[in-house]
């Protein structure tokens, strides 16, 4: 086994985020790192697309949940990126950080990170 770690890194993507209730009424930026890995020896011996995980996959159904999502935690917003990406049988491991920059005064972002790793 080859295990190979993808990164997404800085996702940035607008939903609707927050316990407070005006905050339940217009979109807010967050933003997301993931990283996952899983057994790549047949892609790197093939090369090819259908071998591996494709990551542009990954991030397209990622905005698909985020921009439809209504959380009031960002740890339940990560939650469900990570059941999304760990949905994928081929994921090994994979760690979700959902970031909400500016939920804090005098503070740059909060954040939220989960991990999930695939029982053998």
Partial sequence: MQPVIIRITDLLLRTIIGGNEWEQEAQQEVVINITYSFDAEKALQSDAMEDTVDYKLIKKRIIEIVEHSSCRLIETLANRILSLIMD??????????????????????????????RNP
């Fill in 88 to 117: 994928d049988s081929r994921i090994l491991t994979a760690t979700v950080r959902v970031d909400k920059p500016g939920a804090l005064r005098f503070a740059k972002t909060v954040s939220a990170e989960l991990s999930s790793r």
